[in-house]
Every structure is written in C-alpha cells, then in structure tokens.
C-alpha cells in the first residue's frame, strides 16, 4: 500500500471561502500532516482568496513546512473572499465565465482534487464543481454551525467563547450602573451562536432569528425581573433577530424596510423601543468581527485538525464528493449534494431551547 502510495504524486489545490473563523489553518493543517505523514508525494496548491484564486489561477506552492506553526493560528494563511454562488455562473466585468475558468485552472495543473473548506455559499458552488466533474473533499467552517449534515462546525465553540466573554465584560458593568444591556451576537439567519453564548453567559433574555420576539414580552420580562429586585438585564440579541410583526412581512416587504430603517442593526431599534416605552437607560455592544478573531479555543484545535485527517485519509484513499462532518459523536463523510443547499437552524422546540425557558430565560416569544 505504502509502495504504491510513494510511487504517485498527489496534485492538491486547497483555498479558503466565505467570512473567515478560526481553526481554518488548524484544518488545513490536519490534512497535509496526514498526507505527509503517510509518505505519499504531494504538491500543494494554494488558492488564494478563496475561489477567486481559482478562477484567476492565483496560487501559491506550498510545502509541509508552510503548514507547521499554524495551529494556534486565527485567519487562514490563504486569505479568504466571498464569491456569492448566485452570481458564481455569471461572467465577470470581463466577461470570463467563472465556472470554466475553475475547471481549467484545475485540468491545467493536473490536480487530483480539491480540498475545500468553507460554509454554506462555499459549499453549493463546491457542489457545482463536483457535479462538472471535479474531486473535491470539503471541511466545514463557520462560527454561525448552520452548515446541515454536521452537528458542528469548526469556529463555532471558539466565536461562542468570545461572544461569551463579551456577555461577561458587560454583566459587571450593567449591575454597576444597574442598565439594560444588549449584546449584539453574530447570525443573521441562524441563532445556534446567540443561543450557546447567551447561555453560557447568563443572559435572561435571548431574541434569535427562529423564534420571532414580541416587543411587549421582553419589556415584561425586564419588568418582572426588577419586580424581582433585580436592577439590570442582559438581552443577548442574534443579528437576525426578527420581531413577530415583521417574521410577518414577506422577504421583499421586510428588505425594503430594513432598507429605510433609521437603526444600524436590530439592536439599536429593540433598544429604541424599550427606552421609549420604559424610559430605562439601555446601552448597545457590538462585539461584532471580534467573534470570528483569535486563537481557535482547545475544542476548535481538535475538532478541526481530527476534520482535517479525516480528509486527508479520503485524498489517500481516493475518496471524492464529500464534506467531512460530525454526527452522533463520530466523524462521518456526508454527500456533497446533501449538504448543498440547506441550512441548518435551531429547532425551536429542541430541548436546549426548552433547557433555558426551564431556568427562566425568556425568548420573548
Ligand atoms: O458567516 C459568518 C458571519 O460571521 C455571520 O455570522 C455574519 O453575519 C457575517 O459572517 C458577517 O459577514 P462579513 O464578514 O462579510 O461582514
């Protein structure tokens, strides 16, 4: 097996996609360490910026060497973009078509695959790729874990401890002054992170985009918890937040109003409305890019460079067409056609959700 793995060389393109998280390089990592470690000959291509690198054939060659010393390392050390896969089969202001050009930088380097790693957009034009008769093995990154067909995604467990820890800066400030804090958590579509953080950092009030909020409820529950002798609250609010009125309007009537609305994002107009029908004193913190910065935690170091050999074994073992992902506690190799395309959100009967009502945290539902 080893003689035959030596005899071959391994032509391997491998990029970055989509917003950034950490553990990206702890990924890519995993997988070179285990090609190399298996003595089969690789060369490495690195596109840089993502697919854009791809479709302008911008690469750099690298060598085990490039991926020692990046474990701990946030970013990815091949720049990232995003390529919106709406727009991915349009031709460029050029009018090059970007599909063919993937596949012909592809077929020009003779490349045995394509080691992908990336969330949801990145992975339906991953899909496109592999359906126009590309190998590719993909990774799933992304601090929001709505990537369907795994239970978790690499950046997530890391985003929730910084947005945790930003839940935690505020609470002693908001006891001091005895205010209403908002903390304005990363998500626009899914809650997962909003949920993790804002209970991990004891927030009593969580507003996340599946579970559409009532304005009056969380008044209520600032109310009862002063009634309570209580003298601040903390509301961690998803960047998708959508009250019950809205969650109302169709996709086109809620775009035009959040394109004349007054407020910078949800948070502003939530505390907007809470300061003018109680007259408290509300304060907004927007941990924002901070959530996807840093170090990747202990968990994202593991969990990643375990994704990354996982993936590398599949190249040895000319295994193409899926991402690697995590299910039930296993890793396990999901179809890339099954995971192209869907989203993955927080049901909102799940038992976590029913976990937190149980202690007392009001979803404003
Ligand atoms: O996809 C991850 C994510 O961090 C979301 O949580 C966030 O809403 C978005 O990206 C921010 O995107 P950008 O970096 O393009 O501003």
Known sequence: MVAEAEEKMKRIGMLTSGGDCQALNAAMRGVVKTLVNSRQKVEIYGFLDGYRGLIYGNY?????NDFSGILTKGGTILGSSRTPFKTIQDPDENGLDKVAAM????QKLKLDCLVILGGNGTHKTANLLREKGLNVV????????DLWGTDMTFGFQSAVNVATEAIDCIHTTAASHGRVFIV???GHKVGFLTLNA??????????????????????????DREKNGSRFTIIAVAEGAISKQDAKLTKKEYKKKLLNNPYPSVSYEIAAQIQEKTGREIRVTVPGHTQRGGSPC????VFASRLGAE??????????????????REIVKVPLEDVAGKLKMVDPSSTIVKEAKLMG???GD
């Open 298 to 301: 202990p968990y994202d170091r």
């Open 138 to 145: 993909t990774l799933p990154k992304t601090i929001d874990n």
């Open 311 to 328: 993936a590398g074994e599949m190249i040895l073992n000319g295994e193409y067409g899926f991402m690697v992902g995590y299910k039930n």
């Open 60 to 64: 750099r060659m690298l060598t085990g």
């Open 103 to 106: 596949i012909k930088n592809y």
């Open 361 to 363: 945290i009001s979803f």
């Open 184 to 186: 304005e958590v990363m």
């Open 198 to 223: 804002g209970i991990a950092g004891g927030a009593d009030i969580i507003l996340i985009p599946e579970i559409p909020y009532d304005i009056n409820k969380v008044i209520k529950k600032i109310e």
